[in-house]
């Protein structure tokens, strides 16, 4: 019988909160070079993730290096605009918390202050019954060690635990560890993945 339930967040329960196409968008709206941005935001967004450093150093080192025609306050709400909830998803998971069945858990990569703002803006907190986020835990999907790291805080067995994520690379490492993976695609699918484990509302 399946225990426990790990979601990501980003992709799963929500949009991703600082993915490509969102780097994008902020490349478009604020008119930064494209290249160089791209690179400064890949040199340290490990760093960042991992929670080694603030959302004000990575925007010290990515955006405001030069002058700007923007503020930061405008640029970090433009950050926080990019966070949606996926409804039917968030809805998924809140009808299998309220079964008492599963324990359910949010498993991530995320900088500290855009995860406590999407945790908050999803409304995940009366769902899940721990976050494990990379910048809380130190370390980053698709590492075994933070698989490791969540199974045994959440004092869960990999036999009895099902992970959900959108990335293949980050399902590698569960099912590695004898956990049950499955790639989130639309929420209706998700669901009929876990009724196949049976794992039902």
């Not at 993915?19 to 040199?43: P, T």
């Not at 968030?90 to 945790?119: D, F, H, K, Q």
């Not at 590492?143 to 004092?155: K, N, T, Y």
Request: aromatic share 10%; charged share 25%.
């Amino acid at each position: 019988m399946i225990s426990h339930l790990f979601f990501d967040v980003g992709g799963v329960l929500g949009t991703s909160g600082w993915g490509g196409d969102a780097r994008a968008r902020a490349v478009a709206r604020f008119r930064l070079e494209e290249a160089d941005f791209d690179r400064r935001h890949r040199e340290v967004v490990g760093q960042w993730e991992e929670g080694r450093m603030t959302l004000d150093e990575y925007l010290d080192c990515t955006v405001f290096h030069a002058p700007r025609p923007f503020t930061r306050e405008e640029f970090v709400t433009f950050m926080r605009e990019q966070s949606r909830p996926l409804p039917d998803s968030v809805a998924l998971a809140r009808a299998l918390a309220a079964t008492g069945r599963y324990r359910l858990m949010t498993l991530n990569n995320e900088s500290a202050e855009l995860n406590a703002y999407r945790l908050e803006r999803f409304g995940l907190a009366p769902i899940f019954a721990a976050f494990f986020s990379s910048c809380w835990l130190g370390v980053a999907k698709p590492s075994r060690r933070i698989f490791e790291l969540a199974l045994a805080l959440a004092q869960a067995q990999p036999s009895r635990s099902v992970f959900i994520d959108d990335r293949e690379q980050n399902l590698a490492p569960a099912r590695a560890l004898g956990m049950h993976a499955l790639r989130f695609t639309t929420a209706d699918a998700l669901r009929q993945d876990l009724a196949a484990l049976g794992v039902r509302t």
